[in-house]
């Protein structure tokens, strides 16, 4: 099976940097992607990473190693408006498998 | 271009009803997935359809059943409802090829009491 663990919650002030973790374990493994929801909205896809290193798309980057079974999500120069729940997924066959999401809080 | 549109935004029903949800894939996109999300929780996958017919299933019972119509919409399908089947239900579609950029719908939002 799969599963994902990812801090509950972090919090950051606007114009800060934060890097939100995520180990998985799984049985087989093509790459780790991760989502943005604001509340009461739909998961937004924000990158993915198959092969180890750095990814960057603006102001979020995303790196894995997949010697550690790690990942992260970075965000820079924090808007109040990034606050919102932030999630990895591994690809298990056809379908996403999640971890439990972390939110994050940006305080002015 | 109109994304992955779903209806109807909130429903509420009573135990022992049965509930349609429906979910008109982004353009372009001819593989849905369905996705139920309690509160606080990831979001879990209930099933994927792909040329109308079901490719993969989750850890869901019976109860949930779908179908995927020839202009590659989609309906999810629940009967005999609990409490527990409160949740957000997230309807997600993709190019078949592309298997790990997933474009996710608003979700509708079932309320059984």
């Known amino acids: 099976g799969q599963s994902l663990e990812q801090p509950s919650e972090v919090t950051a002030v606007e114009g800060a940097i934060v890097q939100i973790n995520c180990t998985y374990q799984t049985s087989g493994f093509y790459g780790l992607s991760w989502y943005q929801q604001h509340d009461g909205g739909a998961p937004t896809f924000l990158s993915y990473?198959?092969?180890?290193g750095l990814e960057e798309t603006g102001r979020f980057s995303s790196f894995l190693s997949r010697s550690d079974s790690y990942g992260y999500l970075l965000l820079q120069e924090l808007q109040m408006k990034d606050s919102a729940s932030y999630f990895c997924a591994v690809r298990q066959g056809n379908k996403l498998v999640f971890g439990a999401g972390t939110i994050l809080r940006v305080k002015s | 271009d109109a994304g992955v549109t779903q209806s109807p935004t909130h429903l509420i029903k009573t135990r022992g009803q049965q509930v349609t949800l429906r979910c008109s894939p982004k353009s372009g996109h001819d593989t849905v997935s369905w996705y139920q999300q309690a509160l606080g929780q990831g979001p879990q996958f209930i099933f994927q359809y792909y040329e109308e017919e079901e490719r993969q299933r989750g850890n869901f019972p019976d109860r949930f059943s779908g179908h995927q119509f020839p202009n590659y919409s989609s309906e999810l399908n629940v009967n005999a409802l609990l409490l527990g089947d409160s949740a957000l239900y997230l309807c997600?579609?993709?190019?078949?090829?592309?298997?790990?950029?997933?474009?996710f719908g608003p979700g509708t939002r079932l309320t059984v009491l």
């Open positions: 990473n198959a092969l180890d």
């Open positions: 997600a579609s993709r190019i078949a090829g592309a298997l790990d950029t997933q474009y």
